[in-house]
């Protein structure tokens, strides 16, 4: 490792999951820090993350991991930031920069601000990358490359501090954009928080069918049951929190999809193929914005592994 | 070619888009056919189509693409079935087997089933793959490859025409199952179809909000919306027809898919984590069975060009 790189002395981990290892395997790739410590509750994570090496040192609190590091990033779910806050404030070093990665912001800034003195820089962050994986033997360092990150800071927030954690989620390959926390939550409302939303819906509606069995689900999945599939498997308490905390933006964007489906039910009962065709036609240039903004490939994906690339001449 | 895969002299594709470009590049791989000949309602296709190869001939029209045909496949639109079966009717050669792969059965059923005579084998087929691309440059030979296609002769169907049909389809790499039309129809619209309309929904949802800018949904679709636009990019024309003609089961399926939701929603209100997480936790285990049925991988792929498939020594 080089100086070339370096940001920060001393980089804390609250949290090893996916987003944690994936962060801890960065800064070692690009020498980002000289130091990386880290804590997870469970001794499992913490066992698996010290054996990996994607940190330097594995601490048994979050307290002890904090103590001295010039960035501390917490990433775990919503709900255990504000003990995580109250327990690390008193050992953060002054001057340090408090950050987490958290999928809603205005929750995660009642939960931490109050807890922190005025000579720490929190400033709110999120990561807009992630998979269906979690666990810390699932992170690698590239997560982040060609995705945004977003940072929230609060009104009045040091600009040096804010350029200093731009300058790191630059570094980890993310472009960065900041806005308000509250702008933030509406965009991943629509974004994120809805696609999981109905992502969780329609699988539920698809186990509990009679006529149709759920191994007849499961084989015919191909046909786009699927795609859905993917993001109905992320992490369980993320997901309950982000619903949890979330609440007031995620309703608002689940009554105007409840509005447009049943605008569509109504085409489908009323057999009005113009309207269902204008739909879908405009639908696809969305998707055509997707592609040219480089946040997914046009490569057809149907079979994920890939077979037409493979030789098949064995049959 | 060599005559060892061969199953049939001479085979008639009508409509030679995604679907039709790759059954006929299949046929040509693993040598099924002495002879593809093809028809398209559009000239271009036909052009296209006569460049890339993947058929013999091209035909100016259904009727003399299906002349001395054994197996004649439509693979058009379910909206122009009954019209193509009414113009190769006269000229279809007897005992000739006559399938399509339209995605719903009970109404291409009715619309072809009228106008063919007894002494043709009319054998409905519905190959579960796809991609959200169209048109004759789209197709490759593999793209049926461990997918599933399924059959539904009505009741009195000939036995060896349906294991014909069926060795076909193996011969593409697939495997078969035979249902009746209404029961695929079932299967379709909980697997499929719903999923597609509900991606069409939200897409529009999307579109249409005033706080929260178009490029910002694309910006940020990593975060779960890009996987729904995907299946909404595909081809408008044919799942028009598909909402049109499977009404019955879509709004069934539909309505259950509401209540679901509306459940959810209530959760969320009341901020119900309990719920949630049971919810959330069944979703992984479903996830779980279809990459255990081999009908996706459980490889990350949020990043789509699989960083994580790279080596990471130097970290």
Request: glycine letters at 8%; proline letters at 4%; a negative charge.
């Amino acid at each position: 490792m080089t100086d070339e790189g370096k940001l920060f002395d001393r980089v804390c981990l609250i949290g090893l999951g996916l987003i944690g290892s994936s962060i801890g395997a960065g800064i070692h790739k690009w020498g980002l820090a000289d130091h990386v410590s880290g804590y997870a509750r469970s001794q499992e994570t913490r066992q698996t993350a010290a054996k990996i090496g994607f940190i330097d040192s594995v601490h048994e609190s979050a307290a002890e991991a904090a103590v001295d590091a010039d960035l501390v990033i917490i990433c775990a779910p919503i709900g255990a930031m504000e003990a995580i806050a109250k327990e690390i404030a008193p050992v953060l070093k002054p001057g340090c920069i408090l950050s987490d990665v958290g999928s809603v912001k205005k929750a995660v800034i009642a939960a931490i601000a109050p807890h922190i003195s005025d000579n720490i820089y929190f400033i709110p962050g999120h990561p807009i990358a992630g998979s269906e994986k979690s666990g810390p033997d699932s992170g690698y360092p590239e997560l982040f490359v060609d995705r945004w990150c977003i940072l929230t800071p609060v009104e009045g927030t040091d600009k040096i501090a804010v350029e200093k954690l731009r300058k790191f989620w630059l570094a980890l390959g993310s472009s960065v954009e900041i806005m308000t926390p509250s702008h933030h939550d509406s965009v991943l409302a629509i974004t994120s928080h809805l696609p999981h939303l109905i992502a969780y819906s329609i699988v539920s509606t698809a186990s509990d069918l009679e006529d149709v069995t759920r191994s007849e689900v499961i084989k015919f999945s191909a046909g786009g049951f699927r795609d859905f599939t993917r993001i109905a498997a992320s992490d369980p308490t993320m997901w309950r929190d982000v619903f949890l905390t979330n609440k007031e933006a995620v309703l608002e964007m689940l009554g105007r999809f409840s509005e447009d489906l049943s605008a569509l039910q109504r085409s489908i009962r009323w057999g009005d193929g113009d309207a269902l065709f204008d739909l879908f036609t405009r639908s696809k240039e969305t998707r055509q914005g997707i592609i040219e903004a480089g946040q997914d490939t046009a490569e057809a994906d149907f079979g994920r592994d890939h077979a037409s690339d493979k030789p098949v001449e064995d049959q």
